[in-house]
């Protein structure tokens, strides 16, 4: 027998009382209409783990991997922590150049976009975050912190990380200060 919700009448029909229960919120699912389209998916594989090979589909990528060679790892690979780096201060920086963009400014050709991605362990399970520090070259302070966070709110590294992983930005070696709700959610606006 089903659990019938409050809404249901006493007229209400078996088959209709059933339809109603189902409506419980556990049981609800919204179809909404979605405006995400995929722009992009880039394809690798990996062969052993930390202490084997990855390649792109393109075979761009062709690397030996290793543990990092300050845990014992090998001279002459690569590691996630370092792939990972690499694809975040890069598209960061490309989120910087929208945001120069859009507000009609230019950025200097010097800008650069540094990223540690630290590799830790807490308890059982193991963890990432990671420190991007930026510097424009030809913007005062307060310009570049605001430009770092609206690129913040729509580089994809920063949207996927967030809620999942320590992000510090950092301008020229120093924090910025950012905001709970900057950090909250996965997508900007929620």
Do not use: W
Not at 22 to 34: A, C, G, K, T, Y
Not at 61 to 83: C, F, H, Q, R, W
Not at 84 to 94: D, E, H, K, N, P
Not at 138 to 155: L, P
């Amino acid at each position: 027998m089903a659990i019938l919700p409050e809404r249901a009448s006493p007229g209400t029909t078996l088959k209709a009382k059933n339809r109603l229960a189902n409506l419980e919120p556990d049981n609800f699912h919204f179809h909404m209409e979605s405006t995400k389209k995929t722009l992009y998916t880039a394809d690798a594989t990996a062969v052993g783990g930390r202490s084997g090979h990855v390649r792109s589909a393109t075979g761009i990528i062709d690397l030996e991997m290793s543990v990092p060679e300050g845990l014992g790892g090998k001279k002459g690979a690569t590691n996630p922590e370092e792939l990972f780096a690499a694809g975040y201060s890069s598209c960061f920086q490309q989120a910087l150049l929208v945001i120069a963009q859009r507000n009609n400014d230019k950025l200097d050709p010097n800008t650069e976009v540094k990223c540690s991605v630290s590799l830790f362990q807490e308890g059982e399970g193991y963890g990432l975050s990671a420190v991007l520090d930026i510097d424009l070259k030809s913007f005062d302070r307060a310009k570049t912190i605001e430009m770092v966070r609206q690129a913040h709110k729509i580089c994809p590294y920063s949207v996927g990380t967030r809620g999942n992983m320590e992000v510090e930005l950092k301008v020229q070696g120093e924090s910025v200060p950012v905001q709970a709700e900057e950090n909250a959610g996965v997508a900007e606006g929620k």
